[in-house]
């Protein structure tokens, strides 16, 4: 059993940019499927964005080309680096883990969750 911590989350104004982490304490399978959702009040949770166990990289349209997602298997982390972050990007991030290394549709393991707040 393994746990995801989440940080880096706050509020921000439009335009501004936030930087989120997830650490994976007791979990050593680089292969795994790594992601970041998101879930706005009174909305159902969306994929933000994965990087797959070989690297490849996946982002909602809404997000191309102003967030990226990065990994680090030897610290056992997952960064999400959101620039010039819009209102519409507020919402509660969740850090995940997908045993299927390929994409992140099927969620093996959830964080708690970290809000983030864009408004001037």
């Known amino acids: 059993q393994f746990e995801l911590v989440e940080s880096g989350g706050g509020l921000v104004q439009p335009g501004g940019s936030l930087r989120l982490s997830c650490a994976a304490s007791g979990f050593t399978r680089p292969n795994y499927a790594r992601g970041w959702f998101r879930q706005a009040p009174g909305q159902s949770r969306e994929e933000v964005s994965c990087?797959?166990?070989?690297?490849?990289?996946y982002y909602s349209d809404s997000v191309k080309g102003r967030f990226t997602i990065s990994k680090d298997n030897a610290k056992n982390t997952v960064t999400l680096q959101m620039n010039n972050l819009e209102p519409d990007d507020t919402g509660t991030y969740y850090c995940a883990i997908a045993a299927d290394g390929r994409s992140c549709q099927r969620v093996t393991q959830w964080g708690q969750g970290t809000q983030v707040t864009v408004s001037s």
């Open positions: 990087i797959s166990g070989d690297g490849l990289t």
